[in-house]
C-alpha cells in the first residue's frame, strides 16, 4: 500500500473501500491496530508535538481526511485516491459490523457518545454497545477507562478526545486493553453522528467547503480554520 508523506506524516492512499477492507481485515486477525484520521490541523499540530508526530509515524493506517492533504499529495507528484472522511469511515464501519464485534464508544462532548451509538445501531440493528464513558484523556482517569474496556470485552474501541490527546492515549494504553484489536481516533465524529453538530451538505462536501460550512456553524473556530486553510498550505509549499 502506498503512502505519501506530507510535512513528515505519512498518509495512506486508499479509497474508502480499501480502508474498510484493511479495518475489517485487522479486527478479525486477533493484533492490535490503531487507526489515524489525519487532516489539515492534525498535521500541523504535528509540527509543534514531536509526540504526536512520532505516534503518527507508526500507526497502522492513517486515512486522509482532508482536500488539503489531497492536494498537497498531488503537489508532490504522489497523488491519493480520494478524501476519506473520519465521520464517514466510522459510519461505514460500524455498518459492517457483525454481533461478535462490540464496540465502545470513548470521549465525546456530553453525552454525544450516548446518541452517536444509538444512531449506528439504528443503523445496524446488529451492532452491539459494548460500553459508553466520556472519561478524560488525564493520566488519573485512565486505570478506570481501562477497566472499562477491558471488562466490556469491545473488540473496536472509537476515541474521541480530539488530536494530539486521543492519538497519544491509544498509543500509550492500546497494548492495555486486553479485547480491542482495533483504536480509532475520531475527532467530533460523535457530534455529527449524534446530530448535535450538523454536516455541510453533500455538495459542499464534494466541492472540498465543509470547513467553510463548520465555521459558519461554529464561528469560535475561526483561528483553527486559519491554520487549516491558509497556514497549512504554505507550510507545504515551503517544505521540500
Known amino acids: 500500500m502506498n503512502r505519501v508523506y506530507i510535512l513528515g506524516v505519512p498518509i495512506d492512499a486508499v ?3 480499501e480502508a474498510l477492507a484493511r479495518a ?7 493484533g492490535k491496530y490503531h487507526i489515524a484520521t489525519p487532516n489539515n490541523e492534525i ?5 509543534k508535538n514531536s509526540a504526536l508526530k512520532s505516534v503518527l509515524q507508526t500507526t ?3 486515512i486522509p481526511d482532508s482536500v ?6 498531488k503537489r508532490k507528484g504522489q497523488p491519493l485516491s480520494e478524501r476519506v472522511t473520519g465521520v464517514d469511515f466510522t459510519e461505514k464501519l460500524c455498518r459492517k ?3 461478535d464485534q462490540p464496540v465502545f464508544f470513548l470521549g465525546g462532548y456530553k453525552g454525544t457518545g450516548k446518541k452517536a451509538a444509538e444512531a449506528l445501531q439504528k443503523m445496524n440493528p446488529h451492532l452491539v454497545i459494548a460500553g ?3 472519561g478524560s484523556p488525564s493520566e488519573k482517569d485512565a486505570p478506570e477507562i481501562i477497566k472499562r474496556i477491558n471488562d466490556s470485552g469491545a473488540m473496536l474501541l472509537l ?8 492519538e497519544l492515549w491509544i498509543n500509550q494504553h492500546v497494548m492495555n486493553l486486553v479485547s480491542i484489536r482495533v483504536a480509532i481516533g475520531i475527532g467530533g465524529t460523535f457530534d455529527f453522528l449524534s446530530g448535535r453538530i450538523k454536516r455541510a451538505p453533500k455538495l459542499m462536501r464534494s466541492v472540498g467547503l465543509e470547513w467553510f460550512w463548520r465555521l459558519l456553524q461554529q464561528p469560535t473556530r475561526i483561528v483553527r480554520m486559519w491554520n487549516a486553510v491558509i497556514i497549512f498550505p504554505v507550510k507545504v509549499l515551503r517544505s521540500k
Open 15 to 17: 479509497t474508502m473501500h
Open 24 to 30: 475489517v481485515a485487522m479486527l478479525a486477525d486477533g
Open 43 to 47: 498535521l500541523l499540530k504535528a509540527q
Open 60 to 62: 497502522a493506517l492513517n
Open 68 to 73: 488539503g492533504l489531497l492536494w498537497a499529495a
Open 97 to 99: 459490523l457483525t454481533k
Open 132 to 134: 459508553v464513558y466520556e
Open 159 to 166: 476515541v474521541a478526545y480530539g488530536a494530539p490527546a486521543q
